[in-house]
């Protein structure tokens, strides 16, 4: 399985970016996908996570109604959108596929495959 992140980069406070990750060597439509970040200094953790069918979502108390996780099964691409974005949510972003069946959850041990990182970088 790989996947490839892209669209992180400099940003202003109060400004938008959509993440893009592709998904290949997997059965896309059947695969729960997430979204974590980890700042600078600090462990990873959860953002955002989308069932297979794309009915289920999942995000974290701190970006809840500012970002937005979403699927194109035919593009075997999953999205982030964020917007009112703050300089704390300053982090490299990875994309991943759950290990469970069809929606993984908040935990890190649920998911099996990760993207290589994308950093966005918010300034005050």
């Known amino acids: 399985v790989q996947l490839q992140a892209s669209g992180g980069g400099l940003v202003q406070a109060g400004g938008s970016r959509r993440l893009s990750c592709v998904v290949s060597?997997?059965?896309?439509?059947?695969?729960?996908l997430g979204w974590f970040r980890q700042p600078p200094g600090k462990e990873r953790e959860f953002v955002a996570a989308i069932s297979a069918a794309g009915n289920a979502k999942d995000y974290a108390d701190s970006v809840k109604g500012r970002f937005t996780i979403s699927r194109d099964n035919a593009k075997n691409t999953v999205f982030l959108q964020m917007n009112s974005l703050r300089p704390e949510d300053t982090a490299v972003y990875y994309c991943?596929?759950?290990?469970?069946?069809?929606?993984?959850?908040?935990?890190?041990?649920?998911?099996?495959?990760w993207g290589q990182g994308t950093l966005v970088t918010v300034s005050s």
């Open positions: 991943a596929t759950s290990s469970r069946p069809f929606f993984g959850g908040r935990a890190e041990s649920s998911y099996g495959s």
């Open positions: 060597g997997r059965t896309f439509a059947t695969t729960g």
